[in-house]
């Protein structure tokens, strides 16, 4: 009888060991409002210790023992918490959840914590883009101007350098797809329109330095532009002096469209530059971003861009009065001829996507550039370089001394087609608590440049150059060349969280590795980094990057110029070229809290960059002539510093600080880069009218160090000076006329819209007249004068847009 009792008691703890054994496999995604899968989330069980964080992509697994009912707990700072019950499963459970901003709404006010940042890929908000005051019409780029490291000093141009870099090595992605600028732009007057369409723009993410080895070689930055899928039907309609766009969204169930029609023009600004004529420039740009899902694991996308963009100038005159007053001068020009120029671009890329599984993912991409770009020019001008009298009391400047008197004739006849196609393969997945990456990609280019440019100079009756048999134009070049080449690049890379008594960390490492033909040279990029948030303190995040980045050369980099027989100057291409290279030490952090009862966050990265095989070059407005050799080395070292939070409740603003110094070797001689900018302050500023939250004001600010600036033929290495320093002010003030709370103006037809908004902006508030280049006149002594190239004046704009 005693072991008929035992046998019970043994089959009841037999059975209670059986179900504490038995597991579950919980996995799913948490995402945003907006679709976006959320990293660093936390998923836990309620009552117990058990937990997990999401990864890149809000993506977790949990084991967790079987239970009647389960609460899991979805959290994540600045998010509000969710619970989900999940009652008897078995095997593996799907739970996925959606978190939505943690917010107090005062009307359309709200507050809102920030996000951790781990990497040195940090996330912007694109909503900030819309009542921005902006020369270029309310960029991506324009907002990254205000940020710390990040500087631009021509409000005409969308382009930008980041620590200590030139436009060239900063490299952009539309949904994965690397995009191209044109090639010939010479002025931020002829430019036109950025490829991104800030109306289609869903999520931002910016490095300026240390980023991963999933992003390609370029030395200085990396701008990561996802465009967002409508949920339902939307648009917006904007138009101001500066010119109009229109946005449609629809979506349904398998399919989803973007469409985005922008026109800009910008004669109304370059109405106040010294010049003085007939400008006519009309940009033009088109982009649809079409996705279907055929089913829950296949979905196809392509993105598609046509533009268009012309430049016609005919000059009339031109009245400059530049240096001190002690020494005060006067260029007058009168001029004769015209400029016309044509920037075509067509661009398409088709994406396939497969999820193999919940862990594995697979892209298919294919892609296609062209540019059709020329520029013809013809003009005469005869100059006047006067002396100017200040010490008169009345304030008369009339000319007190002529100091040259001259003619110049500019000619230019360059065509320039170029065409990239692109052809790759991406990959993800996850093991545990590993986040891999990989890719392909192999890109074929073909480049025909025909260029035939001179300039005859006159001064006082001699022919600059002054020589004594025979005669030559001051400045020519010829080009005849075709190139065709081929490039191949794959990466590797693997992210790793590990949570422990002291904290989390995140360490991210890949490898690079590209092969061009034209030069046979084969690159190879490790790169590696680690963020750390501690368990004491979460509110701080530490992280550092290192890697090797290589800038392969792209057609202008490696155009080199000889003299012919005839003392002509031609282009050459230099089959011996080599990548630079930037060798980058980024170690920075993050501290957020709370101030008025506000949530701030203050951001900070001290970064060393070695330069090795560098190509010298000069840079003339937007244009960058590149020395064609690899004759030089550098460094870069800096502090960047950000102040970002609520300045005002319920808006974000920022504050911004850079130092930095840049150098190079030439000639045995270290003398600064052309875009050492040894300091910079930004701020973007966003207020509101308590008592009338209708009213919203924005202001943009920048305030950075002059340029070095060499005069031409003899290079910084002869002897440099730097240019005044950039200061400007953006202001707007706008007023919502239809949204929000008013109950009264949404009817009717202003039913059907979301919001409408009405705003005046001022372009340059103090009226300061910055140098943006320089225009060289030489005497028959040699003696050369730099004539400052002044940008825009104080401006007014007035704009309408709505949202529905």
């Excluded at 940090?122 to 921005?132: C, G, T, V, Y």
């Excluded at 089959?575 to 030490?585: A, T």
């Excluded at 190509?615 to 102040?643: F, H, Q």
């Excluded at 939070?645 to 319920?650: K, L, N, Y």
Aim: aromatic fraction near 14%; proline fraction near 3%.
């Amino acid at each position: 009888m005693r072991y008929r009792l035992y046998i019970p008691i043994l089959f009841f703890f037999l059975s209670l060991s059986a179900v504490a054994q038995k597991k579950i496999m919980l996995s799913g995604k948490i995402i945003d409002a907006n679709n976006q899968g959320i990293e660093l989330a936390s998923v836990r069980i309620k009552g117990t210790i058990l937990g997990t964080m999401t990864g890149l992509e809000g993506k977790y697994e949990l084991s967790v023992p079987a239970s009647d009912s389960l609460v899991v707990i979805f959290s994540c700072l600045g998010y509000r918490t969710e619970e989900k019950v999940l009652l008897t499963s078995e095997g593996n459970v799907t739970l996925n959840a959606r978190l939505y901003k943690s917010d107090k709404s005062l009307q359309e006010v709200v507050i809102a914590e920030h996000r951790k940042q781990t990497s040195t890929l940090q996330r912007i908000d694109s909503k900030d883009l819309k009542l921005m005051p902006d020369a270029t019409g309310g960029s991506v780029e324009a907002m990254l101007t205000t940020l710390a490291g990040v500087n631009s000093s021509n409000e005409l141009s969308s382009q930008y350098s980041v620590r200590g870099g030139n436009f060239d090595e900063n490299i952009v992605y539309v949904n994965g797809i690397e995009v191209y600028r044109p090639l010939t732009v010479r002025s931020g007057q002829q430019e036109g329109l950025s490829f991104i369409n800030p109306d289609m723009v869903g999520e931002i993410g910016f490095s300026s330095g240390g980023f991963s080895a999933e992003y390609g070689d370029k030395m200085s930055s990396v701008l990561d532009i996802t465009y967002k899928h409508p949920e339902a039907f939307e648009g917006s309609v904007s138009a101001s002096f500066l010119g109009a766009s229109v946005y449609l969204g629809q979506s349904t169930k398998k399919f989803s469209q973007l469409h985005g029609l922008r026109y800009k023009t910008n004669s109304t600004l370059l109405s106040s530059l010294d010049t003085k004529g007939e400008y006519d420039p009309s940009f033009l740009d088109y982009q649809t971003f079409l996705t279907y899902r055929f089913d829950p694991k296949w979905n196809i996308s392509f993105l598609g861009n046509i533009s268009n963009n012309t430049y016609n100038f005919i000059p009339q005159e031109r009245t400059t009065k530049f240096g001190t007053s002690s020494m005060a001068k006067q260029f007058k020009v009168y001029f004769d001829g015209q400029e016309k120029d044509k920037f075509q671009t067509l661009f398409g890329a088709l994406t396939l996507d497969y999820i193999y599984s919940k862990n594995t993912a697979f892209t298919l991409m294919a892609s296609g550039f062209v540019t059709n770009e020329v520029v013809k020019y013809d003009i005469t001008g005869q100059y006047w370089l006067d002396d100017i009298d200040m010490s008169k009391e009345d304030g008369n400047t009339e000319p007190a001394g002529t100091l040259g008197v001259g003619t110049y004739h500019e000619h230019a006849r360059n065509k320039l087609n170029a065409s990239v196609f692109a052809f790759g393969i991406k990959g993800a997945t996850r093991i545990k608590k590993n986040d891999i990456k990989w890719g392909v990609n192999y890109q074929r280019e073909k480049i025909t440049d025909r260029v035939g440019e001179w300039e005859l100079r006159d001064s006082a009756g001699y022919s600059l150059p002054n020589l004594d048999h025979k005669l030559e134009m001051i400045s020519n070049l010829n080009s005849d060349q075709t190139i065709e080449s081929n490039r191949f690049s794959a990466f590797l890379q693997d992210t790793y969280r590990l949570r422990s008594t002291a904290g989390l960390f995140t360490f991210t490492a890949g490898i690079r590795a590209a092969y061009w033909d034209f030069n046979k040279e084969c690159i190879v990029s490790p790169r590696a980094s680690v963020g750390f948030i501690p368990i004491r303190n979460e509110q701080l995040t530490l992280r550092f990057a290192t890697g090797i980045y290589y800038q392969a050369p792209f057609y202008k980099e490696f155009r080199d110029t000889i003299r012919d027989e005839r003392n002509n100057l031609v282009v050459n291409l230099n089959r011996n070229i080599k990548s630079q290279r930037s060798i980058h030490f980024v170690l920075g952090g993050d501290y957020s809290f709370r101030a008025v009862d506000r949530p701030f966050k203050f951001t900070a990265e001290v970064y060393y960059k070695k330069l090795d095989n560098l190509i010298p070059y000069e840079v003339d407005n937007v244009r960058i002539w590149y020395s064609g050799k690899n004759n030089s080395k550098g460094y870069t070292a800096g502090l960047d510093m950000k102040l970002f939070g609520q300045f005002v409740p319920g808006t974000d603003s920022w504050l911004s600080f850079s130092l930095m110094k840049a150098e190079e070797k030439m000639n045995g001689k270290m003398i600064p880069r052309p875009t050492e900018q040894r300091y910079s302050i930004a701020l973007f500023f966003q207020d509101y009218i308590p008592r009338l939250p209708k009213y919203k004001f924005n202001l943009r600010a920048i305030w950075s160090d002059g340029l070095p600036v060499g005069a031409p033929r003899l290079g910084r290495q002869n002897g440099y000076f730097r240019s005044s320093p950039y200061r400007r002010v953006d202001i707007g003030a706008s007023r919502l006329l239809v949204g929000g709370e008013d109950r009264i103006m949404r009817r009717g037809f202003f039913r059907h819209f979301k919001s409408i908004w009405i705003g005046l902006d001022v372009f340059n508030l103090l009226n300061i007249s910055n140098v943006n280049s320089y225009y060289w006149v030489t005497d028959v002594y040699n003696h050369q004068y730099g004539v400052p190239n002044y940008l825009t004046l104080r401006q007014f704009n007035i704009r309408l847009s709505a949202e529905f």
